[in-house]
């Protein structure tokens, strides 16, 4: 069994910046990956951020220069710095991590999301 806890969303006003942060606990192997999605009403869940192990991101282009993920390999978590935020990040953050839960068994793991409110 494998939980993924979040915190740190709220409101902020237009050009203020939030930090949400996620750590993974249970029964963990080893984390492939970890990552940052958010959906926004009446869209899809996107893709915001993700890291792998070896420390490599890749950011969806509407956060880039804004945003930044970073990682804790020894703690399980994973951390986005949020700036320079805009009405249009309003959405329900979601922390996504793929994990083995032993050498063979790995699924994709969800966390129960965080509002994120941006004011104009």
């Known amino acids: 069994q494998v939980q993924l806890m979040e915190s740190g969303g709220g409101l902020v006003q237009a050009g203020g910046s939030l930090r949400l942060s996620c750590a993974a606990a249970?029964?963990?192997?080893?984390?492939?990956?970890m990552g940052w999605y958010r959906q926004a009403p009446g869209n899809q869940r996107e893709l915001v951020a993700t890291i792998n192990a070896g420390g490599a991101v890749d950011y969806s282009d509407s956060v880039k220069g804004r945003f930044t993920i970073s990682r804790d390999n020894a703690r399980n978590t994973v951390d986005l710095q949020m700036n320079s935020l805009k009405p249009d990040d309003t959405a329900v953050y979601y922390c996504?991590?793929?994990?083995?839960?032993?050498?063979?068994?790995?699924?994709?793991?969800w966390g129960q999301g965080t509002q994120v409110t941006v004011s104009s």
């Open positions: 996504s991590a793929y994990i083995y839960t032993d050498v063979r068994a790995w699924d994709n793991y």
């Open positions: 249970g029964s963990i192997f080893r984390i492939i990956s």
